[in-house]
């Protein structure tokens, strides 16, 4: 059974860091991917970064390319996204979903398997 877990969230002022992490299990190497996404109140999911497991090929959006990093420890089951310089405007929750096939696209259509969330405030 697959299940993920979001972590490391909270309040920070702009241009301030965190640090999300995600704790999958019941995921195989093989070919899966995690993802990070948020969803801000009243907006759509919006797709961040994903990275593919087994090699580490990653995909970005216009929107983190610049400030957000996503990395992996299989060992420990772990993906992290490194979030900097963050915004007023990236307070949403953030999700670190799973898709059984490689990283190869950011729409929230092809990710099964959803986390509870964890929420980022980034105010002053």
């Known amino acids: 059974q697959v299940q993920l877990v979001e972590s490391g969230g909270g309040s920070v002022q702009p241009g301030g860091s965190l640090r999300l992490s995600c704790a999958y299990s019941?995921?195989?190497?093989?070919?899966?991917?995690i993802g990070w996404f948020r969803q801000a109140p009243g907006k759509e999911r919006e797709g961040l970064k994903c990275?593919?497991?087994?090699?580490?090929?990653?995909l970005t959006s216009d929107t983190a390319r610049d400030r957000f990093i996503i990395s992996r420890d299989n060992a420990k089951q772990m993906v992290y996204l490194q979030m900097n310089a963050l915004k007023t405007e990236d307070t949403a929750t953030y999700y670190c979903?799973?898709?059984?096939?490689?990283?190869?696209?950011?729409?929230?259509?092809?990710?099964?398997?959803w986390g509870q969330g964890i929420q980022v405030t980034v105010s002053s």
């Open positions: 019941g995921v195989s190497l093989e070919s899966y991917a």
């Open positions: 990275i593919t497991l087994k090699d580490g090929y990653s």
């Open positions: 979903p799973e898709n059984t096939e490689e990283c190869w696209t950011l729409s929230h259509l092809v990710y099964d398997y």
